[in-house]
């Protein structure tokens, strides 16, 4: 795992690519390279930030140059040792044990071929002295990150979008499509980018450079037509055996020079990994985290860290728990400068504070269970989507009386938040909805008038904008279940979008690591065979992960209420972070400059304090916002007006 960037054919461009390297240094501290060399009418230069982890030796340093191609890498190949073994047969002599030579000589052999072959997660830059063309590719689920900047024929690539926007001097124009779709999700999804000129690698794709000004672009892997060939195979009888493919998964994710632990919350996913990496590696360490108790109260959070000491207990793992109690009016700006875009998770927080812990005791690799819920049905939404089709037969009188008296409940008093309540009112927000428009809602922000009226009046177009293209991807294809059209939206749009990029980037923030076995382009090929019935079975969601983890895990911890990687938003905005949601609000960037309206954010915290609803995470995410949107416009020479 590495910071990479560079540029190609651009003005300065060794100036240029020595500060994008720098600017990344957090992400590489072990080791840095650089490389020029003619391109066309102009040149090429390739950075790197070096996080040692396979062949920690010189052999492994990058830019790797080798027979006229140049590679600058981030990520793991996970099958590595079986290419290796396939270009060795047909003659290629290996210098070391790094992935990174395996992945430039087989890049040699086949060129973009070589793509759909990978199995790992990666974004890379790769230059042919030969004909002067750079490529970029990016893994087939946008694991890794690749922003890039083009302007005429020349093109500044890097790892992180802060990279750009320090390396161009604070020119970039912040993108206000992109803060409304922000505002709506609480991410800025993969589509779109937070400044205009720059834009995301889209995942499963190559763009090729040529001297000449030429630009290719091309595409190696859909989710989409992935899922649907699975389906097929369902159909033909094909039944895949999960607890094997997960199995396997999670031992290559072990392939390492270096230690290797977990995330263990206690809850399912990362359970089951921690006992499959404990079979494959005993004692491993593992990590987990706590809350001080009158915020845990506060929010009515399960107490996840019994169960994960019972797993630890059960398989020898070394357990190392963190009791977070962070000083949020710190970590607050931190965060948004790491995150890159404005991203209202805090999880975020807790990812940063369990890397910087393993980072300080010597762990620079660890394990999450990220992505099973996407792929295996296990949020709360699922099944509350799947619940609201039962609700919308219920007669129209009584849905009508519920919806009144449940608006009448608070989902918190002074002493203490109601989680049933909130969950209530959330599902009656959308139970009554069309399939596309009920989704959506079951795990944005707001609603279309909501929206509306939150930001700039000339933003409604843009609303409308940001709303048509989810309803774009999640009906961009002909599943015919509906618990893997939901699977399927939540992989190419809530996964990259927010929980793959708050982990990339919290993680490497620490110099650390993170690996996803269930983010894996098997495991992905087999939860897409399986039948939303098996995915959701009475009110279980995760079904099918949950029978294959109990040939390892007891009852207790597979069939255990689902649990949050959260943090206690309520106990923090009503006491930690209450002065400063008011000078946002009151005075914020945001709110002078027109983008937010302060008669709507008024209301929403009034609405909040009174417990009579929660706007607990959108009060923070409009925090993360306003820092983010102070970052981007101070210094640069922009007008805090808006001018989208």
Known sequence: MCGIAGTYRWPDGKAVTDRLTDTLAHRGPDGAGRYSHPAGDGEVHLGHRRLAIIDLSETGAQPMVSGGLVLTYNGELYNAPELRAELAAAGVRFRGTSDTEVLLEAWRRWGTDCLPRLRGMFAFGIFDERTGDLVLARDQLGIKPLFLLRRGGGLVFASELKALAAATGGSLRVDHAALVASLLYYWVPDSRCAFREAEKLPPGSWLRCRPDGRVERGRFWHLRDVAAEARERARGGEQPDVAALVEESTRRHLLSDVPVATFLSGGLDSSYLTALAARHQPGISAYTIGFRAEDARFEAMPDDLRYARRVAERFGVDLHEI???????????????????????????NTFLICSAAREAGVKVMLSGMGADELFAGYRKHLANLLALRYQRVPRPLRRGLSRAVDRLPVATARRGYRSVRFAKRFLSFADLPEETAFRRSYTMYDQDELL????PDLAGTVEDVLTEHADVYQDNDLDDFVN???????????????????????????????????????VRAAFAVPGDRKIVGRQGKAVLKEAATSILPREIVYRPKGLFSAPLRAWMSRDLAPLVREVVNDGVLVRSGFLRRDALVRMVAEDASGQRDFSKHLWHVLTLEYWYRDATSGSGQSARLTA
Do not use: K, W
């Open 323 to 349: 009791e977070i109690a962070p000083n949020v009016l710190d970590l607050l700006p931190q965060m948004t400068y790491h995150l890159d875009e404005p991203i209202g998770d805090p999880a975020a927080i």
């Open 453 to 456: 009226a939150l930001v700039d």
């Open 485 to 523: 059209r939901m699977c399927l939206g939540d992989s190419r749009m809530f996964l990259p979008g927010l929980n793959l990029t708050y982990t990339d980037r919290s993680s490497m923030a620490a110099s650390t690591e993170v690996r996803v076995p269930y983010v894996d382009v098997e495991v």
